[in-house]
T-cell receptor, first 113, second 111 residues
Framework: AQSVTQLGSHVSVSEGALVLLRCNYS??????LFWYVQYPNQGLQLLLK??????LVKGINGFEAEFKKSETSFHLTKPSAHMSDAAEYFCAVSPTSYDKVIFGPGTSLSVIP | DTAVSQTPKYLVTQMGNDKSIKCEQNLGHDTMYWYKQDSKKFLKIMFS???????INETVPNRFSPKSPDKAHLNLHINSLELGDSAVYFC??????????FGSGTRLTVV
């Protein structure tokens, strides 16, 4: 069965500092991987996705993530945090393009001025 | 134009009532979903339809019944509402591996 873990339910960074949100998954096959962001009182928005090909994936708002099969990880990074990055971030996995997507428990990111 | 729209955005109702949430997508996607987000932000899939056919039906009480009149619409009807049904319900749609497009959610409060 697919599962997703996100280390740290809450992460705080200073404005301008590196953002690193961790995601590990369990999957019996190379999966499809996603990061979503949820701003307060809004729906989830796709940040980036890995399906096949290049393992370093660039997304919106300056975020990127790297698929590391040997570590079963898909960590999300951004070189310099902005106040507007404060939100809930969800890592998600799907074994194929048509299977259900399983979401991790989420990481709440706070950005300190 | 809103890609995935849900109505209503807020729903406050008493225990025992029956209520419906509507969802429409104008993206031409084949698959639509209902997810429940609890107070701890945990997202759990409830149902999925592909071209009006039910393909995912998770362990959800029978009081919840999805209906898809066409591939652009997926509604959720809830009978005999309970306090534990209070949550945010998200509709989403997808086309292959491109990821989901979510609606803005319906916050259901049962009192």
């Amino acid at each position: 069965a697919q599962s997703v873990t996100q280390l740290g339910s809450h992460v705080s960074v200073s404005e301008g500092a590196l953002v690193l949100l961790r995601c590990n998954y369990s999957s019996s096959v190379p999966p499809y991987l996603f990061w979503y962001v949820q701003y307060p009182n809004q729906g989830l928005q796709l940040l980036l996705k890995y399906t096949t090909g290049a393992t370093l994936v660039k997304g919106i708002n300056g975020f990127e993530a790297e698929f590391k099969k040997s570590e079963t990880s898909f960590h999300l990074t951004k070189p310099s945090a902005h106040m507007s990055d404060a939100a809930e971030y969800f890592c998600a996995v799907s074994p194929t393009s048509y299977d259900k997507v399983i979401f991790g428990p989420g990481t709440s990111l706070s950005v300190i001025p | 134009d809103t890609a995935v729209s849900q109505t209503p955005k807020y729903l406050v109702t008493q225990m025992g009532n029956d209520k419906s949430i509507k969802c429409e997508q104008n993206l031409g996607h084949d698959t639509m979903y209902w997810y429940k987000q609890d107070s701890k932000k945990f997202l759990k899939i409830m149902f999925s339809y592909n071209n009006k056919e039910l393909i995912i039906n998770e362990t959800v009480p029978n009081r919840f019944s999805p209906k898809s009149p066409d591939k652009a619409h997926l509604n959720l009807h809830i009978n005999s509402l309970e306090l534990g049904d209070s949550a945010v319900y998200f509709c989403a749609s997808s086309l292959g591996p491109e990821g989901y497009t979510f609606g803005s959610g319906t916050r259901l409060t049962v009192v």
